[in-house]
């Protein structure tokens, strides 16, 4: 298809002193509803506490919003754009940027190029595609899969005779089933693909667990799992073995360092996901360069 315009929610927290911050909330393909929930109800929760306060925040907002009424993704986006925002007055108010308020350092992040392009093209254009992103210096790349079993695999097998030394990710963005996973799996194998990311619905748990036990290619997933509520389920089945919760989804940066915690104890690598504005990127950056099992940006 065709994308006419790019949605964004952004979030502008004030303190009684006059900093600033933003913050993103990932929009969940309803950004009208997502910034009312966010300029009512949690409006009303949080104006008045200490803004740099991240953890007393996060919990009031889950304490009332998300244990009593369940995890919604409404509500778990929304307090994401809230957190992230707190966070950045916090940088603001000490003067130091929110790695180090993490405990990291200013390092070198590996990045792959993917997002929605590297998708449907014939393999030929697709690898012109890589070779112009190879030229801008990528070593990684993540091509779109979901289409045909039989279209999927030529592309695979294509990009990997192109490029052999090439990292190469997939992302399914939800259309497989477990039978199509047990089509590709071979030849997925065969090219070293690193990881196949979210073949089903995050709350497909029994699938994810059977198609962990047909090939060797790890399954991705997080993107679409909120708080480390929902990460403990995954992590314990074991099945996704590559974690990819997203700051203005998951809980912002209070919740997402608990994520990579929690993560870093089943020695599992954390690779966030990001899309839309360069708010939520940044922050990701930040937090990647303050966790010991971080992965790609």
């Known amino acids: 298809g065709r994308a006419v315009k790019r949605d964004a929610v952004l979030v502008r927290v004030t303190t009684r002193g006059g900093l600033v911050g933003w913050g993103e909330a990932h929009h969940g393909r309803c950004p009208g509803a997502i910034a009312k929930l966010i300029d009512t109800t949690l409006r009303q929760?949080?104006?008045?506490?200490?803004?740099?306060?991240?953890?007393?925040?996060?919990s009031r907002i889950y304490r009332m919003q998300l244990a009593s009424h369940g995890m919604g993704t409404a509500a778990a986006l929304a307090m994401s754009g809230i957190d992230l925002a707190h966070w950045d007055i916090r940088g603001k108010a000490a003067g130091w940027p929110v790695y180090r308020l993490l405990g990291g350092k200013a390092r070198d992040i590996p990045?792959?190029?993917?997002?929605?392009?590297?998708?449907?093209?014939?393999?030929?254009?697709?690898?012109?595609?890589?070779?112009?992103?190879?030229?801008?210096?990528?070593q990684a790349v993540k091509l779109r899969v979901g289409d045909t079993v039989a279209d999927d695999i030529r592309r695979?097998?294509?990009?990997r005779k192109a490029f052999p030394g090439l990292t190469l990710l997939t992302d399914a963005n939800t259309a497989y089933s477990v039978n199509d996973v047990r089509a590709v799996m071979p030849a997925f194998e065969a090219a070293s693909i690193r990881w196949l990311e979210e073949p089903f619905a995050p709350h497909d748990h029994r699938s994810y667990v059977r198609a962990a036990a047909l090939g060797r290619v790890p399954l991705a997933a997080g993107e679409n799992h909120y708080?480390?509520?929902?990460?403990?389920?995954?992590?314990?089945?074991?099945?996704?073995?590559i974690l990819q919760p997203d700051l203005s989804k998951a809980g912002g940066i209070t919740e997402v360092t608990r994520i990579a915690a929690m993560a870093g104890a089943w020695k599992l690598q954390v690779n966030p996901h990001t899309l839309l504005t360069g708010i939520n990127m940044a922050a990701s950056i930040h937090l990647l360069a303050s966790i010991d099992n971080g992965g790609y940006f």
């Open 111 to 138: 990045a792959y190029a993917g997002g929605i392009s590297l998708g449907y093209q014939e393999p030929e254009r697709l690898c012109d595609e890589i070779r112009a992103l190879l030229a801008r210096g990528y």
């Open 156 to 159: 695979v097998e294509a990009v």
């Open 45 to 58: 929760l949080v104006v008045g506490m200490d803004a740099t306060d991240v953890v007393g925040v996060w």
């Open 227 to 241: 708080t480390r509520f929902e990460f403990t389920r995954v992590i314990e089945d074991g099945a996704i073995t």
